[in-house]
């Protein structure tokens, strides 16, 4: 079984969208998933309603504080805000391997309701290609 933990600020939106994405690239493998904030701030409503248009729910997901996970050996953690990467806690994970990539963070736009739309949609493609090609580098066969 191969431990993935995705962190970010506040495990509300691009940790919860990245999640989601490996959760299905990988279904049916022996991999367990988690996502983690330094803080937690809930599930972000455009998150979940963005990655519903792409057939993926991630309504049934928990905002989990990254101590939560302590005892688990990861063997990747994956950041994906500079925030994270830069004040994320030490974390006990034998030779895990450490990834990072900054994502656009949609939650943080203040404007209308479909420019709203439009960085969610940003962001999870973003993410999406991202953990597409996490998954053909790292999980093949």
Known sequence: MK????????????SQIAHGYINHFLKGRNVAV??????????????????KEDGISIDH??????????????DYIITVCDH??????????KN???LHHNFYDPSKLEGTEDEKHTAFLKAREEIKAYFKDFVSEYFRG
């Open 61 to 74: 997901h928990t905002s989990n504080h990254v101590d939560e996970y302590s005892h688990i050996n990861f």
């Open 96 to 98: 895990a391997l450490r």
């Open 84 to 93: 994270a990467n830069e004040n994320c806690p030490y974390i006990p994970s």
């Open 3 to 14: 431990n993935i933990l995705v962190l970010c600020t506040g495990n509300s939106c691009r």
């Open 34 to 51: 988690y996502s983690a904030g330094i803080e937690t701030h809930g599930i972000n409503p455009g998150a979940a309603a963005i990655m």
